[in-house]
């Protein structure tokens, strides 16, 4: 079973850069998985930031398309996200998240999680 | 934008059933999919493609699809039910993921 571990700061300062690294471990980055961010801001809704394939392709959010940068490490099995110009309003719990296709390979459903690592965006 | 509608909260005594509806455009051509947020804790998947239960995940847990609306069905409720509950699926291009805003069950 695929394990996901998110590390990084917990505090980012206004108009900084949150990178964060998401350890992948009982599976392998170049598995036919994509791999997602989602954040969720304390107290509100899940909000999905966007995946990576191991090949390099992505798949963001248009709504935050702009500020985002998301990678793929293979030799060191683990991925990482990138979110510029931050606000207030980027404070939230970041999970990492496998994105695991139907037989198909037509959908996609969120499996496993990460625990998630909270990411305040403060001065 | 394309969005997922959920009820804010359900509330139900423990042995009763509990449903939770998530509409969206979308829903006749694509999947719906259920989470489970218990208090401080990961989101955890509890039905995928409309209706089917991953291992683990109690019998009691059910979930079907019909025209825009997609439900999650709890049949004889536990206390420990009690979590938020998200539906998720995607655009109708499949290219954008979305999810509901949440359902907070409560069983007492």
């Known amino acids: 079973q695929v394990q996901l571990q998110e590390s990084g700061p917990g505090l980012v300062e206004p108009s900084g850069t949150l990178s964060l690294t998401c350890a992948v471990s009982g599976g392998s980055v170049t598995s036919s998985r994509w791999w997602s961010w989602v954040r969720q801001p304390p107290g509100k809704g899940l909000e999905w930031i966007g995946e990576i394939h191991h090949t390099g392709n992505t798949n963001y959010n248009p709504s935050l398309k702009s500020r985002v940068t998301m990678s793929v490490d293979k030799s060191n099995n683990q991925i ?6 931050l606000t207030a309003a980027d404070t939230a719990v970041y999970y990492c998240v496998a994105l695991v296709p139907s037989q198909s390979a037509s959908y996609y459903r969120f499996d496993p999680w990460g625990q998630g690592t909270l990411v305040t965006v403060s001065s | 934008s394309y969005e997922l509608t959920q009820p804010p909260s359900v509330s139900v005594s423990p042995g009763q059933t509990a449903r939770i509806t998530c509409s969206g455009d979308a829903l006749p051509k694509k999947y719906a999919y259920w989470y489970q947020q218990k208090s401080g804790q990961a989101p955890v998947l509890v039905i995928y493609e409309d209706s089917k239960r991953p291992s683990g995940i109690p019998e009691r847990f059910s979930g079907s699809s019909s025209g825009t609306m997609a ?5 004889g409720a536990q206390v420990e039910d009690e979590a938020d509950y998200y539906c998720y699926s995607t655009d109708s291009s499949g290219t954008h993921r979305i999810f509901g805003g949440g359902t907070k069950l409560t069983v007492l």
């Open chain 2, 71 to 75: 439900t999650l069905t709890i049949s």
């Open chain 1, 80 to 85: 990482s996200l990138k979110l510029n110009s």
